[in-house]
């Protein structure tokens, strides 16, 4: 019975996730107002399921050896995703992307300190840097790749340029899609061990997600920090995705959010400071630095609450 029930919240999780995560992989592409919303949010769909099913299994080793000592119990792993899904739910209720994997490293801390499970923190704060390493770099990495792609932009007839415009968003878009299946949808299947079926199960679940409720959350990544044009929304999508492959090559659950914002911040620095709407970023810098924090904090509350039941 509780097997069953960790499939279907598991799905569940990653449907929201899809709505709120999958669909900021398209943020960029869809504030540059190269192709509608139902285009983009399919492209990404696709290859958040197949990221997941490809490479997911790559977490597995974040969780049980990782951040805890031992794979968490099916019950443990039922209250991670129960607090990930109600702070998922409260964030994109406000428009606010999130980073899914601080929700749940942070509920896996809190379970685990509740249950009295070894908790390795070297490894822990190593992944704490990694978060803050992710959204600086990809803030840097955008600002070079914009650079280079102006310069080879320059150079190309009007007629090429649109064309070569309309590939590279479409590339990018894909590419950072499927590094969110392979790195959280990947975390999410991985809580109690790694069942192929759960792979496929959860990236079909943020398919179907980031088609049917991500649009709110994708204006805020490609609207509301800074005007993407089509070299901004490329720089800041595959820079992105490039940081976040690396982090997932070493078994690290980072933030894409954190990784296509930073890279959408680093593409309105090219044109200066004036460019970056800083009330926005205000806005999401607090959201991750507390997002861990309520997910600890909910996590422990409702373990002591399946204790007095």
Do not use: C
């Not at 490039?242 to 980072?254: D, G, N």
């Amino acid at each position: 019975m509780l097997a069953l029930a960790y499939v279907v919240l598991a799905g569940i999780v990653s449907f929201v996730i899809g709505a709120n995560n999958s669909a900021n992989s398209v943020g960029a592409l869809y504030g540059s107002e190269i192709t509608g919303y139902t285009k983009a949010a399919l492209l990404s769909g696709f290859f958040v399921m197949l990221g997941a099913v490809l490479e997911g299994w790559k977490m597995s080793g974040a969780i049980g050896g990782g951040v805890v000592a031992t794979t968490l119990s099916l019950t443990l792993s039922l209250v991670v995703l129960i607090t990930t899904l109600i702070l998922l739910f409260i964030f994109t209720a406000l428009s606010m992307p999130l980073s899914a994997s601080q929700i749940m490293i942070g509920a896996i801390v809190g379970v685990a300190i509740f249950s009295g499970i070894f908790i390795n923190v070297t490894f822990l704060v190593f992944i704490a840097i990694s978060w803050f390493a992710t959204f600086i770099s990809g803030i840097a990495l955008a600002y070079v790749i914009y650079l280079t792609v102006y310069v080879i932009a320059d150079r190309l007839h009007i007629f090429a340029l649109s064309r070569f415009y309309a590939v590279s968003l479409y590339i990018g878009a894909a590419f950072i899609a499927y590094t969110l299946g392979a790195n959280t949808i990947g975390l999410i299947a991985s809580l109690t061990g790694s069942e192929y079926y759960i792979y496929l199960m959860t990236g079909l679940s943020a398919f179907a997600g980031t088609i049917l409720l991500g649009k709110r959350t994708v204006n805020t990544v490609g609207k509301k920090i800074t005007i993407l044009d089509p070299p901004r929304a490329f720089a800041s999508l595959f820079a992105g995705a490039v940081i976040v492959e690396i982090f997932t090559q070493l078994h690290l659950p980072v933030s894409m959010t954190q990784a296509v914002i930073g890279g959408v911040i680093g593409t309105g620095f090219v044109k200066g400071y004036h460019e970056i709407n800083k009330t926005t970023v205000k806005n999401l810098a607090l959201s991750w630095i507390f997002a861990p924090l309520l997910s600890f904090v909910m996590a422990y509350i409702i373990m002591d609450a399946i204790l007095l039941l």
